[in-house]
């Protein structure tokens, strides 16, 4: 489900400013002529949230916003910067977008939500890096975890869970 298998490099950043602020350097310092930055939110007014980021799209030529509400398709090629998105909003993003992404990196706001994928996908550490510190415990590969049924979308009597 977490499974990184682009052709990319990707990364995790905290939610204070230092955190956002290594996230930008981190893309920026991953374009190449003619790229794009695309600084993704749920919605347009979440960009509030981050006087950084909505400095950066205002003031930027070369940064675009989109928003997973509109689609959430890029301009252009080059990096992503996705604040503030879980697992799913990851997923659909990098699936819409694989072709244009050049880079990715995540801008975490709930680390519970963001560990597994952290966990799978490996990504490259940067922010206040206290939260990744640990690893996400060994699922119950028995089922008795309701978390793990929510993880994998099936229950007991599913194909998954009968092999």
Not at 33 to 44: A, C, E, I, N, Q
Not at 147 to 157: A, D, E, F, Q, T
Request: hydrophobic share 40%; net charge positive; charged share 20%.
């Amino acid at each position: 489900m977490f499974h990184h298998e682009a052709g990319y490099p990707i990364a995790v950043t905290s939610k204070d400013d230092e955190g956002v602020r290594a996230g930008i350097r981190w893309c920026f310092d991953r374009m190449e002529w003619g790229d794009r930055l695309s600084v993704w939110t749920h919605l347009k007014g979440n960009l509030a949230n981050s006087p950084l980021l909505a400095q950066l799209v205002a003031q930027s030529a070369d940064v675009d916003h989109v928003t997973a509400r509109g689609g959430a398709f890029i301009r252009g090629r080059g990096p992503a910067l996705m604040a503030w998105a879980d697992p799913n909003d990851i997923a659909k993003f990098a699936g819409r977008n694989g072709n244009s992404i050049t880079a990715l990196c995540v801008v975490s706001w709930n680390e519970r939500k963001l560990r597994p994928w952290v966990s799978a996908a490996g990504p490259e550490l940067l922010g206040d890096t206290d939260a990744w510190r640990t690893t996400t415990p060994p699922l119950d590969v028995l089922g008795h975890d309701v978390g793990y049924r929510r993880l994998v979308g099936g229950s007991p009597s599913s194909a998954l869970w009968r092999r």
